[in-house]
């Protein structure tokens, strides 16, 4: 549940038990859990940035893995056509 303060609350509602196990009303507990949707904030948007600094990187290596297989064919020499034996 979130307060006006900014401030996170998670809520519990059980049953209040007499001792004579009636049920008569319920018990609401409020517990602060705003530092840790503070940190899973935080880690939600750690985690996008590094994704796409990923997806970036792995741009980069295919670029420079198609640029190394291109310069690799032109770098090859090109065959001649099969020789003919000279009779020696």
Request: glycine letters at 6%.
């Amino acid at each position: 549940v979130a307060a006006r303060d900014g401030r996170w609350f998670t809520a519990r509602i059980l049953p209040y038990r007499t001792l004579a196990n009636v049920i008569d009303g319920v018990v609401i507990t409020f517990v602060d859990i705003t530092v840790s949707k503070t940190l899973e904030t935080q880690l939600r948007r750690t985690q996008g940035n590094l994704e796409k600094r990923m997806a970036r990187q792995a741009e980069k290596l295919e670029k420079t893995k198609r640029k190394e297989i291109a310069g690799r064919s032109r770098a090859r020499p090109k065959r001649e056509g099969p020789r003919k034996n000279s009779g020696v």
